[in-house]
């Protein structure tokens, strides 16, 4: 497995970026950064400079830091093509299928559409490292603010056929309001409430949830499972399609 060097720098309230670097090479990729004066704070201590900053997609959250580290560092910024006109001094724009450099390390570029109509994801294969934005997060998914459920359920299965040792480094800390949303539908699972007992513990101990991993979303996630019998029969949707399941349960999840 090609290594890669990860660090998770908590940015706003609840946003995650973060630094990646090909130990090789020495080239450090700056992911999401929401604010730039965690992600600077983060470089000095490590001793990184960034050769590029990359993009998941346009929303403030995730964007508000580039041009100041594209100015600090003169790095260039990378993103979705598809949402250049929404990405301020977007650089180089990637797509659907193309590949994305890092010194020694190559990710490949996931077209992952629902949260917004452009939103990628970096799949890092070699070193088993997902980076979804907002697609898809510890136990959930991002909301739909542009695309449709067939979008989103699209997106989310193209994610979930990654390798299930897959690390899933998502956006957001969103995953104890996730665990708790997970139980509501169903209450006798298991493996829900003995992974809903470990992210307590996590966040009582002030440390992150992520990463996850594929393997983990794949038995835990609800977003994940709406094509599985079990779970339709569980949340009152037995009979009906995937697209038709999830919507509703993104449905509950936002009256949530």
């Known amino acids: 497995m090609a290594e890669l060097e990860i660090e998770i720098v908590p940015v706003l309230r609840d946003n995650y970026a973060y630094l990646v670097r090909e130990p090789a090479s020495g080239a450090v990729a700056a992911i999401d950064p929401g604010a730039a004066a965690p992600v600077r704070a983060a470089l000095e201590r490590r001793g990184w400079r960034p050769s590029h900053v990359l993009v998941t997609h ?89 695309g449709g459920p067939e979008a989103m359920w699209a997106s989310l299965k193209r994610l979930r056929a990654l390798a299930e040792e897959g690390r899933v480094y998502c956006g957001h800390e969103y995953t104890e ?19 809903a007992a470990e992210v307590e513990r996590l966040r009582a101990a002030g440390r992150p949830t992520v990463p996850s991993t594929i393997a983990e979303e794949r038995r835990t996630n609800p977003f994940l499972r709406c094509d599985e019998d079990a779970f339709r029969a569980a949340v009152g949707l037995a009979g009906k399609d995937a697209v038709a399941v999830f919507a509703e349960v993104r449905r509950r999840k936002d009256a949530f």
Do not use: Q
């Open 177 to 195: 309001t996730n665990a708790r949303f997970a139980l509501r539908l169903e209450p006798g699972n298991s493996a829900l409430r003995t992974r």
């Open 58 to 146: 346009h929303h403030h959250d995730h964007t508000a830091g580039c041009a100041e580290i594209k100015a600090a560092y003169g790095c260039p910024l990378v993103g979705p093509r598809a949402e250049a006109v929404r990405i301020a001094g977007l650089d180089e724009g990637l797509g659907d299928g193309d590949t994305f450099a890092l010194g020694r390390a190559a990710a490949e570029v996931i077209a992952t559409p629902g949260h917004t109509l452009g939103h990628v994801a970096f799949w890092f294969a070699g070193a088993k490292a997902l980076f979804c934005g907002d697609t898809l997060f510890v136990m959930g998914c991002g909301r739909l603010s542009e």
